[in-house]
T-cell receptor, first 113, second 118 residues
């Protein structure tokens, strides 16, 4: 168990809908990262938050947004969903910007039908 | 920009043998970290080992060791005494700093699927 908790584990939704994925980082970790893993794109970095503030953006679509709350949990919001958004979404956490470890949650498998 | 290259899409190894999974990287950052992750068929990403660019000794964690050759920009993972449970996808990743120097992210390779046989 990595200590990073993601909910839900599986999500099936229709095109055009909006979903929220939730992540609780390991105790003491201030950085949260979101990644998308799809068959055609591999593992892609989406966005990073550090202590409530956005620190880095990767290949995140405008339809997607995220935030980190004062208790350090994070949510990834995906809207106007398309079939191509079907993927495994991971959250990871580390202690600081420059952690020597980055622990991943078990992922949320999103299927858009 | 950072790039991770894993040239072995798939590897086979016999149980109890050692196996090396290749990883080369490209970065202009002076300071960076290299990671290896294991992803079994269940999907979770399991952190295995980390090597900092300024670490003089190769990292080891149990049966995992990282063969770090900075001049060659390679960070190969060596798994000793392979076990059936080692069958999984293995990803090499790098963390560097973005141009502003204020954030870090992991860039992943495409992975190597390892199959351990009897």
């Amino acid at each position: 168990d990595s200590g990073v908790t993601q909910t839900p584990k599986h999500l099936i939704t229709a095109t055009g809908q909006r979903v929220t994925l939730r992540c609780s980082p390991r105790s003491g970790d201030l950085s949260v990262y979101w990644y998308q893993q799809s068959l055609d794109q591999g593992l892609q970095f989406l966005i990073q938050y550090y202590n409530g503030e956005e620190r880095a953006k990767g290949n995140i679509l405008e339809r997607f947004s995220a935030q980190q709350f004062p208790d350090l949990h994070s949510e990834l919001n995906l809207s106007s969903l398309e079939l191509g958004d079907s993927a495994l979404y991971f959250c990871a956490s580390s202690e600081g910007y420059w952690g020597t470890e980055a622990f991943f949650g078990q992922g949320t498998r999103l299927t858009v039908v | 920009a950072q790039k991770i290259t894993q040239t072995q899409p798939g590897m086979f190894v016999q149980e109890k043998e050692a196996v090396t999974l290749d990883c080369t990287y490209d970065t202009s950052d002076q300071s960076y970290g290299l990671f290896w992750y294991k992803q079994p068929s269940s999907g979770e990403m399991i952190f295995l080992i980390y090597q900092g660019s300024y670490d003089e000794q190769n990292a080891t964690e149990g049966r995992y060791s990282l063969n770090f050759q900075k001049a060659r920009k390679s960070a190969n993972l060596v798994i000793s005494a392979s076990q059936l449970g080692d069958s999984a996808m293995y990803f090499c990743a790098m963390r560097g700093r973005d141009p502003t120097g204020t954030a870090s992210k992991l860039t992943f390779g495409t992975g190597t699927r390892l199959q351990v046989t009897l």
